[in-house]
């Protein structure tokens, strides 16, 4: 560091030596009795700025090799988890998140919460040409009882919380989209403990995305992890997870 000060100093210091030194040199000056030279002169200005040139560009050196050397700290060091796992807090309005695909929206989860509170965006797409994929879990399977008590809720109260969710949903569709439109939607439901809530948009295509929730036994949806992939730039873990969407909606039935 003290030597990358000190270049630096130089190189402030170079370009007035150079402005003293013409001025000077006009003057017809004598150095211990010797005249110097019109070529003196020119050959003495031109080797300044080589110095200053030098200067500037060892400096500029030493500054690129120290960025360097920050960078390969943080991609080969160990990466801190909240660079990769993020809080729900941390992203958008489920509508304005489902407002970004404009081919496909995909939504897994417990009781479609998400798929509610975003149902304008998924309305326009759908009336724009685009799908929707959505898949709760079966209010009245046998998957209900144990993972209502994983997670520390009433298997009644969330089997109630789905069905809700569910026919809102579904009378929604209904009552705002034509019949053609509503081919374009699934509503579905699966005797499955999942394991993720998923919303995937445009997962079809090379900027497809998906968004991941993990859930916790007796850990609030707000407090669990969240992971963000990208199909361009995560694999394989991108195409890892969308197996997982798919094997979760395999075996899937209508509501």
Known sequence: MLRIRGLLQTDT????VLVVAAIVMTL????????ITDRQI???????????????????????????????????GRTPADRVLRA?????????????ASRSVLIIGINLEGAVAAWSSLLA????????????????????GPAASSAGVDPDLRAQKIIQNLNLLRDRFAAEL????????????????????????????????LVVQHYLAATAAE??????????????WFDRYLAQCEACLRGARPW
């Open 42 to 76: 020119i050959l003495a200005f031109f080797g300044f700025l080589g110095i200053d040139a030098l200067v500037e560009r060892t400096g500029r050196l030493y500054r690129i090799e120290h960025d360097l050397k920050e960078l390969s700290s943080r991609i080969t």
């Open 28 to 35: 017809d000056p004598t150095v211990f009795g010797v005249a």
């Open 13 to 16: 210091i170079v370009p007035l």
């Open 88 to 100: 729900r807090s941390s992203f958008e309005r489920m509508d304005v998140l489902t407002g970004r």
């Open 178 to 209: 034509t019949v053609a439109q509503q081919r374009r939607v699934s509503l579905q439901i699966a005797d499955l403990a999942l394991p993720i809530g998923v919303v995937g948009l445009d997962t079809g295509t090379k900027s497809g995305t």
């Open 125 to 144: 797409l759908i009336q724009a040409g685009g799908t929707v994929r959505l898949l709760a879990m079966d209010p009245h399977g046998d998957a209900i």
């Open 223 to 236: 407090q669990a992890p969240l992971l963000e992939l990208h199909r361009d730039l995560d694999q394989p």
